[in-house]
T-cell receptor
């Protein structure tokens, strides 16, 4: 059964800094998803990574997928306060998404 | 135009009551889901329907019964509510099939509080 782990689960960083967060999964999943959730809000789809080596960028966020290492990364460039949220990664297993526990990001001025 | 909508947004009720949450999507997707997000923000799938057919039924108490009258609607009925049912329930929808991205679009959530 697919298991998804995120690392770290909490991150406090300063504006302007860069950081990479990690998402590992336990069995084959050729698709990986990143979602953002603001407090009290729904989940917003950020990236869908469909193949090994896929890289997608949107603003200050860049996501990549390495299916051989069973690893996806979400890189944050020059963080700003508006990026503060909880970020979930999810793999596709048996026709369902399996979510990690989420990483709560706080960007401080 | 709301893609995935849920009603109600908030639901406060007493233990032992029965309640329903409704979900509708206008994206033309063929698969719909119910998730439960607990107080620690952990998100777990409960049910999935594809074209009105139940395809995923996770380990959920049988007090929870989903119903899909058509592929655009998925409702969740909960009998004999318990304190532990307090959570946020999200509906989601996606396309499906071997080449489908399975990207799921989430509704706004229903915050259920059982007192």
């Amino acid at each position: 059964e697919l298991k998804v782990e995120q690392n770290p689960l909490f991150l406090s960083m300063q504006e302007g800094k860069n950081y990479t967060i990690y998402c590992n999964y336990s069995t084959t999943s050729d698709r990986l998803y990143w979602y953002r959730q603001d407090p009290g809000k729904s989940l917003e789809s950020l990236f869908v990574l469909l193949s090994n080596g896929a890289v997608k960028q949107e603003g200050r966020l860049m996501a990549s997928l390495d299916t051989k290492a069973r690893l996806s990364t979400l890189h944050i460039t020059a963080a700003v306060h508006d990026l503060s949220a909880t970020y979930f990664c999810a793999g596709l297993g048996s026709e369902k998404l399996v979510f990690g526990k989420g990483m709560k990001l706080t960007v401080n001025p | 135009d709301t893609a995935v909508s849920q009603t109600p947004k908030y639901l406060v009720t007493q233990m032992g009551n029965d309640k329903s949450i409704k979900c509708e999507q206008n994206l033309g997707h063929d698969t719909m889901y119910w998730y439960k997000q607990d107080s620690k923000k952990f998100l777990k799938i409960m049910f999935s329907y594809n074209n009105k057919e139940l395809i995923i039924n996770e380990t959920v108490p049988n007090r929870f019964s989903p119903k899909s009258p058509d592929k655009a609607h998925l409702n969740l009925h909960i009998n004999s509510l318990e304190l532990g049912d307090s959570a946020v329930y999200f509906c989601a929808s996606s396309t499906s099939g071997d080449s489908a991205p399975y990207e799921q679009y989430f509704g706004p959530g229903t915050r259920l509080t059982v007192t």
